[in-house]
């Protein structure tokens, strides 16, 4: 920070002090959004480098359900889905403000800041340096458009820069109104939003990334979205994701963070 930012900051801060989004303490005029302790005690989860994680364990479960339902020829495997999320937190955690500042507060500098943290580790891991495009689980429009943004679409833009792919924002599109889910358990939530998704205007809203110009159709797809509980929303994507592309592509997912012991 130079000295005029030092001094302008700390003045601000002087008559609005700002606050640790975890503790709650006054921050230091050269701290953002976490305090020292709060940044250091980050519970990150490290599943961006173990191909085999509880998240996508979790998330791959579910895929075979569905693949089963489908009759899929028995001892043919899918394609694995990879899965990580920056951080854990439980409901009573205080590291869940990181993401209720970015859905609920329209904080987008913590939002993006946070971001940028899941997406370096995304570009330096082997496991999603193939990712030809990034897909933000949409919101329906009617919450869109009374919260004004899309908070996935923040997280995915940033995603796709660092990874240096396109995001394609139109390619889901949700059709049905789900209502909060934070109160369902984990079938009734896999119930609520099986079929909320639809293939989006694929021509028209995916302009090719450089990438696969040449190529007539994805081969990995990332999906993004700010937290993980169960699964079921990106397992409800990821079909939709499947039906159009076909069960060789690889549909993999990365959040700002998994609830509880995922
Ligand atoms: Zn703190």
């Not at 480098?49 to 479960?61: K, S």
């Not at 797809?221 to 994701?241: E, H, K, M, P, S």
Request: net charge positive; proline share 5%; aromatic share 10%.
């Amino acid at each position: 920070m130079t000295d005029f930012r030092f001094v302008t900051t700390a003045v601000a801060d002087f008559f609005f002090p700002r606050q640790c989004l975890v503790c709650g303490c006054i921050l230091p005029a050269d701290r953002k959004h976490l305090c020292g302790d709060c940044a250091e005690d980050i519970p990150l989860t490290y599943y961006w480098d173990r191909e085999h994680n509880p998240m996508a364990d979790r998330l791959n479960d579910l895929i075979q359900r569905d693949l089963n339902a489908e009759d899929f020829a028995p001892g043919k495997t899918v394609t694995y889905s990879r899965a990580a999320a920056l951080f854990f937190f439980r409901p009573e955690s205080g590291y869940r403000h990181i993401c209720h500042q970015l859905k609920y507060h329209r904080n987008f500098s913590a939002g993006r800041a946070y971001a940028d943290m899941l997406a370096q580790r995304l570009a330096g891991s082997d496991l999603f340096k193939d990712v030809d495009v990034v897909v933000p689980v949409p919101l329906h429009p009617l919450r869109r458009f009374r919260r004004g943004y899309n908070q996935a679409e923040i997280i995915a833009e940033v995603v796709s820069e660092k990874l240096g792919t396109k995001m394609c924002p139109g390619m889901l599109r949700r059709r049905r109104y789900t209502g909060t889910q934070t109160r369902l358990d984990v079938e009734h939530k896999v119930r609520n939003v099986s079929n909320a998704f639809v293939f989006g205007k694929y021509e028209k809203v995916w302009k090719f990334p450089k990438r696969v110009a040449a190529k007539a159709s994805p081969s990995h797809i990332l999906i993004v979205d700010d937290v993980f509980t169960t699964g079921a929303t990106v397992n409800a994507c990821a079909r939709v994701l499947r039906e159009r592309f076909g069960r060789e592509v690889r549909i993999s997912v990365a959040t700002l963070a998994a609830v509880g012991d995922v």
